[in-house]
T-cell receptor
Framework: DSGVTQTPKHLITATGQRVTLRCSPR?????VYWYQQSLDQGLQFLIQ???????AKGNILERFSAQQFPDLHSELNLSSLELGDSALYFC?????????????FGNGTRLTVT | GDSVTQMEGPVTLSEEAFLTINCTYT??????LFWYVQYPGEGLQLLLK?????DKGSNKGFEATYRKETTSFHLEKGSVQVSDSAVYFC??????????????FGTGTRLTIIP
């Protein structure tokens, strides 16, 4: 058990809809990362927050947004969903943002867009 | 830009066979290198890491050596078990000119060990 909790585990929704994925980091971790894993693209970094502030941005679409709250949990919002957004979305956390700080991953939320 | 190239899978081996999963990278500066493992139905876990040239990371019988001259970080294990069946990701962290770190993953290699 990594200590990172993601909810829900599975989500099925229709095109054009909006969903929110939630992540609770490991106790004591200030940094939260969001990743998208799909068969054709592999693991893609979306965005990172550190102690409530956006720290780094990856290949995140404009239809997607995220935030980290004062209690350090994070939410990833996906809107105007398309079939191609179907993927496994991972949240990870780490103590800080240092290069020697390992990431601890949640079990992911599987999103299916129909 | 930074990139990680892993050998394509799937890789299927018999129990007790020797394992090598190749990983090479392209990066500016001096990245830290990692191997992550994803067991079925779970998230990624850090398997091992190396932060400078010639460092050897090791864990659970797996090893990888940071080779700056060949820009490689190949994963090896002398005798694999059925429980090693998983997807393995090579990754690196670099620091940009603005001080932001960037984590880049390879596409993953699926390993299946048969009894």
């Amino acid at each position: 058990d990594s200590g990172v909790t993601q909810t829900p585990k599975h989500l099925i929704t229709a095109t054009g809809q909006r969903v929110t994925l939630r992540c609770s980091p490991r106790s004591g971790d200030l940094s939260v990362y969001w990743y998208q894993q799909s068969l054709d693209q592999g693991l893609q970094f979306l965005i990172q927050y550190y102690n409530g502030e956006e720290r780094a941005k990856g290949n995140i679409l404009e239809r997607f947004s995220a935030q980290q709250f004062p209690d350090l949990h994070s939410e990833l919002n996906l809107s105007s969903l398309e079939l191609g957004d179907s993927a496994l979305y991972f949240c990870a956390s780490s103590v800080d943002t240092g290069r020697n700080s390992p990431l601890h991953f949640g079990n992911g939320t599987r999103l299916t867009v129909t | 830009g930074d990139s990680v190239t892993q050998m394509e899978g799937p890789v299927t081996l018999s129990e007790e066979a020797f394992l090598t999963i190749n990983c090479t990278y392209t990066a500016t500066g001096y990245p830290s290198l990692f191997w992550y493992v994803q067991y079925p139905g779970e998230g990624l876990q850090l398997l091992l890491k190396a932060t400078k040239a010639d460092d050897k990371g090791s864990n659970k019988g797996f090893e990888a050596t940071y080779r700056k001259e060949t820009t490689s970080f190949h994963l090896e294990k002398g005798s694999v078990q059925v429980s090693d069946s998983a997807v393995y990701f090579c990754a690196l962290i670099t620091i940009s000119n603005f001080g932001n770190e960037k984590l880049t993953f390879g596409t993953g290699t699926r390993l299946t060990i048969i009894p």
